[in-house]
């Protein structure tokens, strides 16, 4: 899937006034940026626009306001974050729409930046409001959409502007929608993808979609507990599901079977006799978890498994820790999992969210084939869900 961005040939940018939709939802510590990625994400789109005439605004949600503004998500971080990395000035205006935003627009000249105050302190934003829709446009002459951790929200600023203003992807978005649109058409083979996290309710749809595409599925991460539970295994006080997820992972076990796809569970796991970082720890095996311990993170030699399957994959899909990461003691598995797609020779690919936020903590995200800025949307892909914010926009071929 190839969607037509700003470097179509076609695309005259000169003079062009240019609503781009980024996606600078970052964490804030008290007005303070933590993690800048996207910020440094949208940066080559803006660049590229400006660079080839065009007049630049950036418009973005931050937080959940409600429909109401709130000093506390304000997007004055972020816009001064990105006016040091852009090297020039970015006016932060009071609000996204109204007759003084629009003839701030309107009086932009080329290569001028402006932000747009958090297009959720309007509640039009969220409900895909069209009169909302037609305010963001006024004084555009062009819409591009570059936010594709949005993507798969169909709101006024990823949907409905799409439809008023001459649209097109920015390189983010593209480049987001071919890696990701690759996996799910092309993938090289040995396919592998490694399924973690909490819940296996909330990735049904996605396991049961990556049973159907790849050769293997290896589970960690809590979810592996209701798996085992499923199994009769005892799990201690893991977290873990009940019967209806319980019920889910049966389902997926015999999906597995009968698509010819070889789904894995963790042989070996790290438990603790506490959630803390100086918890007394010990390894045991999968199908033995004591009473009154819990697990934390998958054993070694599960690690050792799974970087054996990853270096033979032709093409690895990563979502979801393999434990509790954030906590030192319990982030071995899920650096073991960062580690092996690090080295592999196949593509890898880190499906945003917790994955990706593991990948950036351990300083490994230039060697991965591709790390992807939106989670939700990244798994709503690989789930084969069309995003709106995707089906709005002009595609190639």
């Known amino acids: 899937m190839q969607l037509a961005d700003i470097s179509a040939p076609d695309h005259n940018w000169k003079g062009a006034r240019v609503l781009v939709r980024a996606d600078l939802n970052v964490p804030l510590d008290r007005g303070r940026i933590t993690d800048d990625a996207r910020i440094a994400a949208s940066v080559a789109t803006i660049r590229e626009l400006r660079n080839r005439g065009a007049a630049v605004a950036v418009c973005s949600h931050l937080g959940r306001p409600g429909g109401v503004h709130s000093d506390d998500e304000s997007l004055a971080p972020c816009a001064t974050r990105l006016a040091q990395l852009l090297s020039t000035r970015v006016e932060l205006l009071d609000d996204c729409i109204g007759a003084q935003v629009q003839a701030r627009v309107e009086g932009l000249a080329p290569g001028e930046i402006i932000m747009l105050e958090n297009l959720r302190f309007h509640a039009g934003e969220e409900r895909n409001d069209p009169v909302f829709a037609r305010a963001l446009a006024a004084g555009f002459t062009h819409y591009v959409n570059d936010a594709f951790g949005a993507a798969h929200r169909a709101h006024a600023s990823t949907e409905g502007v799409a439809h008023l203003l001459p649209a097109c992807a ?31 309710a909330d990735k049904l749809p996605l396991i049961q979609s990556l049973l159907e595409r790849c050769d293997r599925v290896l589970i960690g991460g809590a979810m592996c507990f209701t798996f085992l539970a499923a199994s009769g295994d005892p799990v201690g006080t893991s977290l873990h599901e009940g019967p209806e997820a319980q019920a889910m992972a049966r389902q997926l076990l015999e999906s597995a079977v009968r698509l010819n796809c070889m789904l894995e569970l963790p042989s070996d796991i790290l438990v603790a006799n506490r959630f803390a970082n100086d918890a007394e720890l010990q390894v045991v095996p999968s199908d033995a978890i004591p009473n009154g311990w819990m697990g934390v993170d998958i054993g070694p030699k599960t690690s050792a498994t799974y970087r054996e399957v990853i270096a033979d994959a032709g093409t690895v899909f990563w979502n979801g820790p393999m434990g509790a990461f954030e906590t030192p003691a319990f982030a071995k598995g899920t650096r073991a999992i960062a580690d092996a797609m690090a080295a592999a020779p196949g593509i890898t690919v880190a499906g945003g969210g917790d994955s990706g936020a593991a990948v950036a903590q351990f300083g490994l995200v230039s060697q991965f084939s591709h790390v992807s800025t939106g989670g939700g949307a990244a798994l709503e892909m690989m789930e084969g869900r069309v995003l709106p914010g995707v089906a709005a926009l002009p595609h190639r071929g």
């Open 170 to 200: 920015g390189l983010l978005l593209a480049r987001e929608v071919e890696v990701i649109g690759g996996l799910l058409d092309r993938p090289a083979h040995p396919f592998v993808a490694i399924v973690g996290g909490s819940k296996v």
